[in-house]
Nanobody, 115 residues
Framework: QVQLVESGGGLVQPGGSLRLSCAASANNFVVMGWYRQAPGKQRELVAQLLRDGRTNYANSVKGRFTISRDNAKNTVYLQMNSLKPEDTAVYYC???????????WGQGTQVTVSS
């Protein structure tokens, strides 16, 4: 069974930092990423990491967020710096075994940025 489990969410003040972790049950994901969904909004791509190390970021988080992985631990991370209130959302880990295959999703972790 393929599973993705997020952790690391919480409440932070504007300008603060959080690091989200996503532990995967498999090591053969060709794409892993982070999405977020704020109340009343559609789920959006935040960051994406390809198997070859290439990354993609939403324009709104470029320069502030960094996606990375630890292959030995089958874990992908999202380092979030300079957090803004508009970053408040439920963050979901996502992965694909093949590009054309199904998406696997974690359960989500809440990130709240507020003073």
């Amino acid at each position: 069974q393929v599973q993705l489990v997020e952790s690391g969410g919480g409440l932070v003040q504007p300008g603060g930092s959080l690091r989200l972790s996503c532990a995967a049950s498999a090591n053969n994901f060709v794409v892993m990423g982070w999405y977020r969904q704020a109340p009343g909004k559609q789920r959006e791509l935040v960051a994406q990491l390809l198997r070859d190390g290439r990354t993609n970021y939403a324009n709104s988080v470029k320069g502030r967020f960094t996606i990375s992985r630890d292959n030995a631990k089958n874990t992908v991370y999202l380092q979030m710096n300079s957090l803004k209130p508009e970053d408040t959302a439920v963050y979901y880990c996502n992965g694909k075994i093949t590009i054309v295959g199904r998406d696997y999703w974690g359960q989500g972790t809440q990130v709240t940025v507020s003073s």
